[in-house]
């Protein structure tokens, strides 16, 4: 047989392809194996453990507070295969699990840690806040720690019945306010000009690309939303700790005389302020809970259940009549959104898979949006008519926003609920069209062509704008302002200049927004939930349904068998941060702008009509 050297290497690739095949299926066969006997070890040596009468309920609220949880099932895996923190809480499940404690007979109390707690809006505190009065309105005592406090921490743990400080930590309350960053000379540097075409006086979102500074407008409007809010706080904090009504300002506005009556000792200036009751070190925390709670010989501490372990206790019901919950938080964009943002396309199908639901009798839209397309927004909004058609009664809650397209998808409803700090309003609309004309010809580029009409090459982002183009946006905008006023005074039983006059862009609380006719009530998601159960006369006995995209068969398994899958997984992954060299907290404002920038004009039709308010505010 005559000797082929391409032959055999053939051959020798074949054989090696098929041995790399049959290793890999062999490997992921062995992952799947030890995952299944990590599943069923965990369900026969575990399962849910009964608790001791005076067990404390932990309250150790970790990440972000949230509406709902962005991405997949899958992300959330690969995150804490990782051995990634939990980056996000849901307000649902924290509302959960507070109002199945309160009945619980074997939980006598609370502790609420909030070091770990991350971001949230004034409204979703106070949501959590009044959900743990409710708790101690049963008879329990919540006792709250914190190694330091800072503003939004501090809100809730002032709810609590004991509020303890360690020895070395501050409670740290700033009021609200932020400096926002201005790109009007840095873009003419680079050569690149913005066009800002807009409706609404207060409108300004897009400012910081077209000036060097806020405008008379956005400066008026941003202090007396911020002072309503900041009043809505005080409030509220000097209420929960039993307070002389401005001791909060007039404690800030001496802060420095009375730091040195302290002795320069940030703790005792909070015990001196009556903000905490106490100080005290964990392990003392401990030792006061070990002998307020039962003594759990086992594990050498207190008799104690986990805020995640008890949140597994809880089982919604599945049966019955039910009020039917849409979330729509993130910004809004025309077509599939995953969780935690929203789609004109994939929300509009939740409302109708709630409509179509005969279980479902009524809906409430829970919004927590800064705005986004516009075309989306009305996608949306169109739903909701139609559900309300249907003869079942919609009920928007707002949350910490919803305000611009976040106020439009709330245009439909049979009762409008919005929190005394939600920020909302910001009825305008707006397009950026930035030109790099100047850009590229510092660089030596030129552009060049024909066409057979003006409208074959429209906006070019390197030529200078054309004027008729710039005059044609300018007319759709102002017919989708028209649009956004009339559905608006339509909704709110007005008319569209009584509307206009507290529209132009500019946000309002909702106090302010229920004083000028924008939102019917000043409430809570709970009051939300009863009004519509209400309107569709339900009396008490419901359940409530959340209404989620449909998860895949890959999602549906990592949810059941999540945690015991990222325990294997752990141990195959290591994650190095590499540092980039560029301080986040300098960058994360301007790269967010500039990211803006950058992507709105990536739509096939040259332009994005806009109603975002650029205004989430965290305390």
């Known amino acids: 047989m005559r000797f082929t050297p391409f032959r055999w290497i053939g051959q020798g690739f074949r054989f090696l392809w098929r041995a790399l095949d049959f290793s ?15 599943v069923i070890a965990g369900m026969l040596t575990g399962g849910t453990k009964k608790l001791d009468d005076k067990t404390a309920l932990i309250l150790d609220l970790k990440g972000t507070l949230v509406e709902q949880h962005s991405g997949n099932a899958r992300e959330a895996l690969l995150a804490e295969a990782q051995g990634n923190a939990k980056k996000t809480t849901q307000l649902r499940d924290i509302l959960s699990v507070l109002e199945s404690a309160a009945r619980d007979n074997k939980i006598n109390s609370a502790v609420l840690l909030l070091d770990d707690m991350g971001g949230a809006g004034l409204p979703m505190l106070r949501e959590v806040a009044a959900a743990i009065d409710r708790f101690k309105a049963s008879g329990k005592t919540v006792v709250a720690w914190g190694s330091s406090f800072d ?33 009007r000379d840095a873009l003419d540097k680079v050569g690149v000009t913005v066009n800002l075409l807009k409706v609404g006086t207060y409108k300004s979102f897009a400012e910081p690309y077209v000036a060097n500074e806020p405008s008379a407008a956005a400066l008026e409007a941003e202090s007396f939303l911020y002072n309503g809010m900041w009043k809505t706080y005080t409030d509220n904090v000097e209420k929960a700790r039993k307070l002389p009504a401005g001791s909060i300002m007039q404690g800030i506005n001496q802060l420095p005389e009375l730091m040195k009556a302290a002795g320069d000792d940030s703790a005792r200036l909070a015990l001196n302020l009556k903000l905490v009751d106490g100080l005290k070190t964990r392990d003392e925390l401990r030792e006061l809970m070990l002998k307020r709670a039962g003594r759990d010989e086992q594990n050498k501490t207190f008799r104690q259940v986990a805020f995640d372990e008890y949140l597994a206790r809880v089982k919604p019901r599945l049966f019955g009549d039910a009020v039917g919950v849409v979330v729509a938080a993130g910004e809004i964009s025309e077509g599939i959104a995953p969780p935690g943002a929203i789609g004109g396309l994939s929300t509009a199908k ?9 279980n479902i009798k009524a809906v409430v839209l829970r919004v927590d949006s800064p705005g986004g397309s516009a075309f989306g927004s009305e996608l949306i909004r169109r739903e909701l008519e139609l559900t309300r058609q249907a003869g079942k009664p919609v009920v928007v809650s707002m949350g910490d926003v919803a305000a611009s397209g976040g106020y439009w998808i709330s245009m439909s409803a049979d009762e409008v609920i919005a929190d005394e700090a939600t920020v909302t309003g910001s009825i305008g609309v707006f397009a950026i069209l930035p030109t790099a004309e100047k850009a590229i010809d510092k660089l030596g580029i030129h552009t060049g062509g024909t066409t057979t009409t003006w409208l074959s090459d429209p906006y070019n982002p390197l030529r200078p704008l054309n004027p008729q183009f710039g005059a044609l946006v300018q007319s759709s905008i102002n017919h989708i302002y028209a649009e956004f006023t009339g559905k608006a005074a339509a909704a709110r039983k007005t008319t569209a200049d009584k509307i206009d006059q507290v529209a132009q862009g500019r946000v309002w609380t909702g106090a302010q927004a229920k004083e000028r006719n924008l939102v019917d009530t000043v409430g809570t998601y709970q009051d939300a939930l009863k009004s519509a159960a209400t309107r569709a006369h339900l009396g008490n006995d419901y359940r409530v349904s959340y209404i989620e995209p449909e998860p895949s068969k890959f999602d549906r398994l990592f949810d059941l068998f999540g945690a015991q899958v990222a325990q294997v997984l752990r141990e195959q992954f290591q994650v190095a941060l590499v540092p980039s060299g560029i301080p986040p907290a300098a960058a994360t404002q301007m790269a967010f702008d500039l990211r803006w920038l950058a992507e709105l004009n990536t739509q096939g039709k040259g332009y994005a009509a806009i109603t975002h308010c650029l205004c989430r505010i965290n305390p």
């Not at 509020?163 to 409670?171: E, F």
């Not at 939740?350 to 005969?358: M, P, S």
């Open 350 to 358: 939740l409302i109708r898979k709630a409509r179509e639901d005969d």
């Open 151 to 183: 503003q939004k921490q501090y809100f809730l743990a002032a709810h609590a019945n004991e509020v303890y400080l360690h020895p070395m930590g501050n409670v740290l309350l700033t009021g609200f306010g932020r400096y926002r960053n201005y790109y």
């Open 24 to 38: 890999r299926r062999v490997f992921f066969n062995l992952l799947i194996l030890l995952v299944l006997i990590g």
